[in-house]
């Protein structure tokens, strides 16, 4: 059974060739190309997007609403992650980047920014006031990271920093002045402005989350193209930024660490990257540190793959704007907001994604996975990946699993001959 009901990539069947680019760059062994087209085995799916990077074809496409369902809504408010602000050129201000948005059809703004100098400076209180903290603890802004803990690093889990998002904040605190301005529930649309697939998914599906309260998650470039030929037509900018640098920094990989303003840190992006570290976490080699942040992109969030902008370009353009703004916004504190650090906790843990379970009943797993090892032992070892699956190991699985047979490995005569 799927544990996920939306799902951060979908393939256009007809523009899919079955090239095996995709199942080839999958961190989790998610893809599989049957009969020359891919698919994806969702539950293994953490929403990294390198499957729609690398597809020539451009058969993988990421999950986004469309942006016309804003219009459904009476009282519209744009939820805006800081990369937005790296996609236009520094010259600009974040305010006429804002007010771009309102001129597009939103209603309001609520900067991500803003949010997570909120959820800095509670992590900064949750790491001075829990005991027994599992070191190093590692950032849970990045959904994909999460994802990807719960998939195949289960050991891991406790080292999770157990926060709400920045973004999540951020939705909470739009819902609510939404419902000071008396808007009825079924009037508000809040559409969060997503550099990533991941974050459609972990928005609506919720992470550490019980009811999340986003409408829609819209794509960054979509909504780029619109505001950027917007910004002509603006006569009056009002001043909506709130947020300071320490908030905008958070677009880039090493943003968040700076927030959360300890010595001992590492901060690592690009899915392989992750993993590597990961695995050192997990042999037991970084306990001295004490935060780890980690971004499944290449540079942070400026390189999520609905963004428009080189992300190291992107990454100078964030310092730049930072220049123009505060340190910190001057009311961005918890105390401000009527919060304390408690109230970032997450609402739910969120749970292990044991993909990789081969039975319920121990003794049945145990009795596949001497199946698997056998059929192993007779496939050629190449991880070609002509027989549909990313490796001999997966393939060996898929014939255990899922029926398949090992006469669909066409180089089998190629181990014998050796
Ligand atoms: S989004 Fe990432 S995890 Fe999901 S299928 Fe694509 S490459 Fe695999
Ligand atoms: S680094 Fe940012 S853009 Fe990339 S997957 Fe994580 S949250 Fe999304």
Redesign the pocket.
């Known amino acids: 059974m799927e544990r996920k009901t939306i799902h951060s990539v979908t393939l256009d069947t007809d523009k899919c060739r079955g090239c095996v680019s995709c199942m080839r760059r999958c961190p989790t062994e998610a893809i599989r190309v049957r009969n020359k087209k891919a698919k994806v085995l969702y539950d293994r799916c953490i929403g990294?997007?390198e499957c729609v990077r690398v597809c020539p074809h451009h058969a993988k496409i990421p999950a986004f609403d469309s942006f016309d369902m804003i219009h459904k809504y009476k009282y519209k408010v744009a939820i805006v992650a800081p990369s937005f602000y790296g996609q236009f050129k520094s010259q600009y201000d974040i305010n006429l980047i804002l007010n771009g948005l309102l001129a597009v059809g939103f209603d309001d703004v609520e900067e991500v920014a803003k949010a997570a100098e909120l959820v800095s400076e509670a992590t900064r209180e949750w790491m001075k006031n829990t005991q027994d903290i599992k070191h190093p603890i590692i950032n849970t802004a990045?959904?994909?990271i999460v994802e990807l803990i719960l998939v195949r690093f289960h050991g891991l889990i406790d080292n999770l920093l157990p926060l709400q998002t920045p973004a999540d904040v951020a939705i909470k605190l739009a819902y609510k002045k939404a419902k000071e301005k008396g808007y009825k529930d079924e009037e508000i649309g809040i559409f969060f402005i997503s550099?990533?697939p991941?974050?459609v998914l972990a928005l609506k599906n919720g992470i550490g989350i019980k009811s999340p309260l986003v409408t829609g998650v819209l794509s960054m470039a979509e909504v780029y193209y619109k505001v950027v030929t917007a910004l002509s037509q603006i006569k009056e900018v009002k001043p909506l930024n709130k947020a300071g640098f320490l908030g905008v920094a958070w677009a880039s990989s090493g943003g968040e660490a700076l927030g959360v303003n300890k010595e001992k840190y590492l901060e690592a992006s690009g899915i392989e990257n992750v993993i590597a570290v990961l695995k050192e976490i997990e042999n037991g080699k970084l306990e001295n540190l004490d935060f780890v942040e980690l971004?499944?992109?290449t540079g942070?969030?400026v390189?999520?793959v609905l963004t428009v902008e080189n992300p190291f370009v992107a990454k100078a353009k964030i310092r730049e704007f930072g220049k123009k703004i505060p340190c910190i916004g001057s009311t961005n504190t918890i105390k401000n907001a009527g919060l304390t650090y408690k109230d970032f906790d997450w609402e739910v843990v969120p749970t292990i994604n044991d993909v990789f379970k081969l039975d319920e009943n121990r003794i049945k797993a145990m009795q596949k996975l001497e199946q698997i090892e056998s059929i192993y032992a007779k496939l050629p070892h190449f991880d070609c990946g002509v027989c549909g699956a990313p490796s001999c190991k997966a393939f060996a699985e898929d014939v255990v699993i899922e029926g398949f047979s090992i006469d669909d490995c066409t180089r089998m005569d190629e181990r014998t001959t050796e």
């Open positions: 990294c997007g990045c959904p994909t550099p990533c991941a974050k971004n499944a992109c942070g969030c390189g999520g």
